[in-house]
């Protein structure tokens, strides 16, 4: 079973007061891109894997998604997604995503933002996500960049010509890592980008596109302290089709 790190209230608390918890989508730094990478969504009977809040699968339905099915393990945030959703064509359900089944068909449209980087089992994952698309179906998730995951301690070094350098180690050791973010003790697991690539192609999907988050030079002059991502990717968006 994955980690209940997200019903720890202290977690749950320390969560809800980010932008992106407070604010919703349009105080996600990464959204503008993941948007991009939709395909035209009337008309489709979507499925969201870790739902959260229920910001994105209420998107979904807002623009004009035939029906959404939002999955999610935590407890807590599903209560608030249930509250804050007015549209019937949105519903949640609470799941573990790594034993999780779907109707085969079920779907022209799966979707997932920062939550597969949880799992254990990414084959098992993608194996499920394939099975319950239609064919033409598409697959658009995020997850944090394993350059990001693989981060040393302390991240940031200083080189000779006294410039900042993010410091990575072990990013071609997979697996189970534990990192102090919000609470202590969170669990991820790392993997390659090859990997993750190579998974997907094997479960049968086509790629589409490929995106490593970075912020425009308008939004640096308004948000200055996004400079550290240009040294480094915090976010690996991938668009997949089902051929």
Not at 195 to 211: I, K, P, S, Y
């Amino acid at each position: 079973m994955a980690q209940h790190i997200y019903d720890d209230p202290a977690f749950f608390a320390g969560y809800s007061e980010f932008p992106r918890s407070r604010d919703g989508l349009s105080a996600t730094s990464e959204w503008p891109a993941f948007r991009a990478l939709l395909p035209p969504i009337a008309g489709k009977r979507a499925i969201d894997l870790g739902c959260g809040f229920g910001q994105l699968s209420r998107w979904l339905a807002e623009n004009g998604a035939a029906s959404v099915i939002g999955y999610d393990l935590s407890a807590m945030m599903l209560e608030r997604a249930v509250r804050e959703t007015r549209d019937p064509v949105v519903s949640y359900r609470r799941a573990d995503l790594e034993t999780l089944d779907l109707p085969a068909g079920s779907a022209e449209l799966v979707v997932s933002s920062m939550a597969l980087h949880y799992l254990a089992d990414f084959a098992r994952m993608a194996a499920t996500v394939h099975a319950a698309l239609v064919p033409g179906g598409d697959f658009v998730f995020s997850v944090e960049h394993p350059i990001y995951a693989a981060r040393a301690e302390p991240e940031w070094v200083d080189t000779a010509d006294g410039e900042r350098a993010f410091a990575i180690t072990g990013y071609s050791t997979e697996g189970r890592r534990v990192t102090n973010w919000i609470a202590e003790g969170v669990v991820k697991y790392h993997r390659t980008i090859a990997t993750m690539l190579n998974t997907l192609r094997a479960a049968g999907f086509e790629f589409t596109a490929l995106d490593e988050w970075r912020p425009t030079s308008a939004e640096l002059e308004q948000r200055p302290d996004w400079h550290d991502e240009l040294h480094r990717p915090m976010f690996l968006l991938v668009a997949l089709h089902r051929p």
